[in-house]
């Protein structure tokens, strides 16, 4: 693990839990490098599985994250709309650029939000 710049040791093992906490308040925009140490065991699990199963995946834990930010920001849907024209993109019943506008419009809402999620 030496030479890895800007992430804190404690004992043998990286303390990421503290270097994530550092760059959110640093306001860094990037949090994780697909090269990191700690992310290594998921990487290796991500390769082995097919693009099908990986969307599934991603769209259940979009969903979870919609219904986190539905807690806090009840009035916004942007999130929710991304998702459904991105599961119909996914299935072959839209265009791209289609569900590239509401994409667009959650990623605006993203940007939006002051406090990290």
Request: net charge positive.
């Amino acid at each position: 693990m030496a030479g890895i710049v800007g992430y804190k040791r404690e004992g043998d093992r990286i303390d990421w839990v503290e270097t994530i906490k550092g760059k959110i308040k640093k306001r860094n925009h990037v949090l994780f490098s697909k090269d990191c140490d700690y992310l290594q065991d998921l990487i290796a699990l991500i390769k082995k599985q097919n693009h099908k199963t990986m969307a599934l995946w991603a769209f259940e834990f979009a969903e979870e994250t919609i219904e986190k930010l539905k807690k806090k920001y009840p009035n916004e849907d942007r999130p929710r709309k991304a998702l459904e024209v991105t599961k119909l993109w996914a299935s072959g019943k839209v265009k791209m650029p289609t569900a590239k506008q509401e994409i667009l419009k959650c990623h605006a809402f993203a940007k939006e939000i002051t406090s990290q999620e």
